[in-house]
């Protein structure tokens, strides 16, 4: 799932052999997105503490975290945070993909943006909806991206994806389907696209997350073959 973070105005805060990013959320300058930045080690309570006091001295008055797994959360909850809304980890290998359902499927482009931010609001509640820089983050998570989009029956958008690559690790980023047309396939079919994209490519693992009371998105996840993994991941606040 894509952050919804302005990564224009991120800055990136470092202590020995880690990274943290943040920035607005969704441009909003009263709550800032903090997020660890590639494979070191977990950012220290004290890490995290001095850098709510620099968000503070910057105006912001809630901090909101990345989808962060039990390691990653650790510092954070010893630091103040909550738990604002708990999500289900799935994965599965690539070695036998189901055919997919017959759905027309073409390159998104950047001039369906509009249109696809448009079936991102019908489909995720208000927390969780993109804005364009949210995409645009979600498109550049990792070092290589698949962008596709189902037609609907009008001509305009009926659903898209974005799947992501980083080595031999692969990532379902973003899947969304318009509520009044789910159930026809599109969903699966996405789904099922950006897994043979990534087999081609040598990957060997995908990933996803989802809302832990988003029922139809884990039931078509598991449907595919992906797996509930024992340790889910969490999305965490605190005030200022």
């Given at each position: 799932?894509?952050?919804?973070?302005?990564?224009?105005?991120?800055?990136?805060?470092?202590?020995?052999?880690?990274?943290?990013?943040?920035?607005?959320?969704?441009?909003?300058?009263?709550?800032?997105?903090?997020?660890?930045?590639?494979?070191?080690?977990?950012?220290t309570?004290?890490?995290?503490?001095?850098?709510?006091?620099?968000?503070?001295?910057?105006?912001?008055?809630?901090?909101?975290?990345?989808?962060?797994?039990?390691?990653?959360?650790?510092?954070?909850?010893?630091?103040?945070?909550?738990?604002?809304?708990?999500?289900?980890?799935?994965?599965?290998?690539?070695?036998?993909?189901?055919p997919?359902?017959?759905?027309?499927?073409?390159?998104?482009?950047?001039?369906?943006?509009?249109?696809?931010?448009?079936?991102?609001?019908?489909?995720?509640?208000?927390?969780?909806?993109?804005?364009?820089?949210?995409?645009?983050?979600?498109?550049?998570?990792?070092?290589?991206?698949r962008?596709?989009?189902?037609?609907?029956?009008?001509?305009g958008?009926?659903?898209?994806?974005?799947?992501?690559?980083?080595?031999?690790?692969?990532?379902?980023?973003?899947?969304?389907?318009?509520?009044?047309l789910?159930?026809?396939?599109?969903?699966?079919?996405l789904?099922?696209?950006?897994?043979?994209?990534?087999?081609?490519?040598?990957?060997?693992?995908?990933?996803?997350?989802?809302?832990?009371?988003?029922?139809?998105?884990?039931?078509?996840?598991?449907?595919?073959?992906?797996?509930?993994?024992?340790?889910?991941?969490?999305?965490?606040?605190?005030?200022?």
């Amino acid at each position: 799932m894509g952050s919804g973070v302005d990564t224009s105005q991120w800055d990136t805060l470092r202590w020995p052999g880690g990274r943290l990013r943040v920035g607005p959320w969704r441009g909003d300058s009263s709550v800032a997105y903090v997020a660890p930045v590639g494979d070191g080690p977990a950012p220290t309570v004290d890490a995290i503490r001095r850098a709510c006091a620099g968000l503070a001295e910057r105006g912001y008055r809630e901090v909101v975290t990345a989808a962060l797994g039990p390691v990653e959360a650790r510092g954070f909850l010893a630091a103040g945070f909550e738990v604002h809304e708990r999500l289900h980890l799935l994965a599965r290998d690539l070695e036998d993909i189901p055919p997919a359902p017959a759905v027309s499927l073409r390159r998104g482009r950047r001039t369906d943006r509009v249109a696809v931010l448009t079936v991102d609001g019908r489909a995720f509640d208000r927390f969780w909806r993109l804005d364009q820089a949210g995409l645009d983050e979600a498109l550049s998570a990792t070092p290589t991206s698949r962008f596709r989009v189902a037609d609907a029956p009008n001509g305009g958008i009926g659903g898209y994806a974005v799947t992501g690559r980083a080595g031999r690790r692969g990532f379902v980023q973003r899947l969304a389907v318009d509520p009044a047309l789910q159930g026809a396939g599109r969903g699966s079919a996405l789904v099922l696209d950006g897994l043979a994209w990534l087999r081609r490519r040598n990957v060997e693992r995908v990933v996803v997350n989802t809302q832990e009371a988003n029922g139809a998105a884990l039931r078509l996840y598991e449907r595919l073959g992906f797996r509930r993994q024992h340790d889910g991941l969490a999305v965490l606040k605190t005030r200022l």
